[in-house]
DNA sequence: TAGACATGCTTGCATATTGCAAGCATTTTA
DNA sequence: TAAAATGCTTGCAATATGCAAGCATGTCTA
C-alpha cells in the first residue's frame, strides 16, 4: 500500500466495528500479540522504531510498521522530531494512547500474580 | 488434532514465552481479537458454546472452539455440567480466569472515554 | 420410543495475517 | 565524503481467520 492511500484510509468507522462493546472496540484496535507490548514501549520511553524492534519480544519490522499506521489512525501516537534537530521522527503516546496504562497495569498484575517466572519492566 | 492429544498437549512453557514480560506473557495467553470477549461473556455469566456464539461479535465457531481449549490449557476456565443433572457441559472461570477483571474493566472505561458510540454491557 | 430438533463441536477451503530475511533510500556519524 | 545506522518496504512461506457445511450426541415431543 504507497504512503499516500495509508494516509488516507479512514481510522474504524462505527459500522466496521464488531459490536458497540467498548471492550470489543478496544480490541478492534489493540486486540492483537503486538500493539500493546509497543504501547508498554512508548510507556517505557522508547519512541524510535529501532527501540521497538530491540524490545526482547523482537517483533517482527513489516509488522511493527504496520502497527504504527494502526496507532497513528486511531490517534493513540502522534509522531515528532525524535530528538531536537533531528529530521527522524519518533513516536509519542497521545492522551488516548495514554489512556491505555490502566490496561497494560492490569495485565502487568495479572502475569505477575498467575503466570510463574514473569518479571516486571513497566512500573 | 484428536481430542486425546490437545488434552495432552502442554500448556505454553517458559521457553516458549516471547519474554519474562507479564504484559507479554499475559498477551501469548490472550493476545488477539476473540479471547477476551469469551472471558467477557463467562463474566456476564455465559457458559455453554451456544452462548458465546450468540454474542453480538459472532466468532466463528472453529475459533471459538480453539480459544476454549486454550483457556482450559491454561487453566483460565474449567468445565462443569452447564446445569443440574444435564449432561451438557459448560464452562466457567477459574480464579485465575476471574483476575483478568481488571484487564477487561479497564478496556471497557477506554473504549467508553475514548470511542465514541460504545456502549456497556459488563459491569 | 421414534422421530425431530438442539447442542457442541469438526472439517474443508478461501482469504488475511504473521514471521523471516533481504533490500534500500535517507540520515547521521566519523 | 565514505561508512554506518535508521526507518522502513518487499517477497514469500507458514499460520490464523472467517465462512459454510457436516455430524455425532443429547434432549424434547408425540
Known amino acids: 500500500m504507497p504512503a ?34 509497543v ?3 512508548l510507556f517505557l520511553g ?14 517482527p519490522t513489516n509488522v511493527l510498521a504496520e502497527r504504527l499506521q494502526r496507532l497513528l489512525q486511531h490517534g493513540l501516537v502522534i509522531q515528532a522530531a525524535a530528538s531536537e534537530g533531528s529530521k527522524h521522527l519518533g513516536y509519542q503516546l497521545t492522551d488516548k494512547g495514554k489512556a491505555l496504562l490502566p490496561v497494560l497495569k492490569a495485565m502487568k498484575n495479572w502475569g ?12
Chains 1, 2 share one sequence.
Open 4 to 37: 499516500r492511500s495509508r494516509r488516507l484510509t479512514q481510522a474504524k468507522t462505527d459500522s466496521a466495528r464488531r459490536s458497540p462493546c467498548p471492550v470489543s472496540c478496544c480490541l478492534d484496535i489493540v486486540g492483537d500479540r503486538w500493539t500493546l507490548l
Open 39 to 41: 504501547v508498554r514501549d
Open 112 to 123: 505477575l500474580t498467575w503466570e510463574r517466572g514473569t518479571k516486571a519492566a513497566l512500573h
Open 46 to 59: 522508547r519512541s524510535r522504531f529501532k527501540d521497538f524492534t530491540a524490545s526482547p519480544e523482537a517483533i
